[in-house]
């Protein structure tokens, strides 16, 4: 398998002097790890600009008559009761373009200045353009842009200026490529931005120094810079096992691995890194995974043995999900998700004794790190419209 894409590899101990990097307390043991560019990029706490294209916008508006007299009964209620007052009749209201079609990248310039011309002449008989260009702007309190990639995720950007401004940059970018800044690459629990990858300028050679410090009281973790200098300090020690589990994921599925390389080779396009630590997929004996259906008629397993092994197959399992957007093919190129489901050894240790060869043949299969001992139950690749995505 390539090594052109890896994220993280296995500690080892450190005898650096935490003096020089400003460490006030003596630690009891220190692990240096070396992350790629990928793991920085993961790690890393500062802002990121990514492009997405303008769907339309969010109105709100200010509370008016009844309204104001509503909002006042539903502060006792629940946060259910109130929030369903925010609907589009009332408070809210969504505007999004339908009916569009996305056209992939044109290689000829010119022609994708005609289509933009053509665009432009149409809009104005767009009836969500219509519909913006005809909001009252003495009862708004607000426009928000509403943006989404090519994996159907929205992201709601705040714009500057008055309320006009704020309508005329709607109207003006309806349906193109807007420019947006992220907090950082992690937008939730286990949920990471990848479309910024592709301005890192990957070097697969590239390695990056991370200590570890055990110290009374717990775990610090930093990033040295080329100089060893101190680049940033993680404040979540929980983003190293994610790092772990995704490295463990790349080194068992060959698709996993193989997709996001056309991603860093510029073949294809990076959406979304998903970390989910509780897949609760339900498997039995008509949803078997392929690995454990071959190792069923191999080792002729009887009813009680195979029935216990199902049920170790529901404990114990994490997932890693990649979406990406090929660059190859014609027409409205849709995401693709490579979800790879991990699973725990120690979930099969009820089963240990039962059926040893199995237990071995699995261990052998996994990997080792410090997020645990894990091997790929399962392999699923597709559009996520598709069935069982």
Not at 152 to 172: F, P, S, W
Not at 192 to 205: F, N, Q, S
Not at 272 to 279: A, E, P, T, Y
Not at 313 to 341: C, E, M, R, Y
């Amino acid at each position: 398998m390539s090594d052109y894409a890896w994220i993280i590899t296995a500690g080892t101990p450190s005898d650096i002097d935490p003096d020089a990097i400003g460490m006030r307390s003596k630690p009891k043991r220190t692990v240096e790890y070396h992350l790629s560019d990928i793991g920085r990029y993961l790690l890393f706490p500062g802002p990121i600009e990514v492009e997405s294209r303008l769907m339309g916008c969010e109105c709100r508006f200010k509370p008016t008559g009844w309204k104001r007299l509503n909002n006042l009964f539903a502060r006792g209620k629940s946060a259910d009761d109130a929030q369903s007052r925010m609907s589009p009749g009332g408070d809210i209201r969504l505007l999004l373009a339908r009916d569009f079609v996305t056209i992939p990248p044109l290689k000829d310039p010119h022609l994708a200045r005609h289509i933009d011309r053509l665009r432009g002449l149409l809009q104005p008989f767009d009836p969500v353009v219509q519909e913006i260009e005809s909001l009252p702007m003495g009862h708004l309190l607000d426009i928000r842009g509403v943006c989404e990639d090519e994996g159907g995720h929205r992201t709601n950007i705040q714009l500057a200026g008055d309320m006009e401004t704020k309508r005329r940059y709607i109207v003006d970018n309806l349906l193109k490529n807007v420019p947006i800044t992220l907090q950082r690459a992690l937008i939730a629990d286990g949920l990471y931005e990848m479309r910024g990858l592709a301005d890192t300028g990957y070097r697969c050679e590239h390695r990056h120094r991370l200590l570890k410090f055990h110290v009374k009281g717990g775990i610090s973790v930093c990033l040295l810079d080329p100089s060893g200098k101190v680049d940033f300090w993680i404040e979540d020690i929980h983003l190293l096992q994610h790092l772990q589990l995704l490295q463990q994921a790349l080194d068992t599925n060959p698709v996993l691995k193989s997709s996001l390389e056309e991603c860093l080779r510029g073949q294809a396009r990076a959406l979304r890194l998903m970390i989910n630590h509780d897949m609760d997929i339900d498997y039995s004996h008509h949803r078997l995974p392929g690995i454990y259906r071959k190792l069923f008629r191999v080792l002729k397993l009887d009813g009680m043995q195979q029935e216990g092994v199902i049920r170790s197959l529901n404990a114990h399992q994490k997932g890693v999900s990649f979406s990406f957007v090929p660059q190859k093919g014609f027409g409205d190129l849709k995401a693709i998700t490579s979800i790879s489901v991990l699973h725990d050894v120690r979930a099969l240790d009820p089963v240990r004794q039962k059926a040893p060869q199995l237990y071995a043949e699995i261990s052998s299969q996994a990997t080792l790190s410090e997020a645990g001992k894990y091997y790929l139950l399962e392999s699923i690749q597709g559009r996520p419209d598709e069935a069982g995505l």
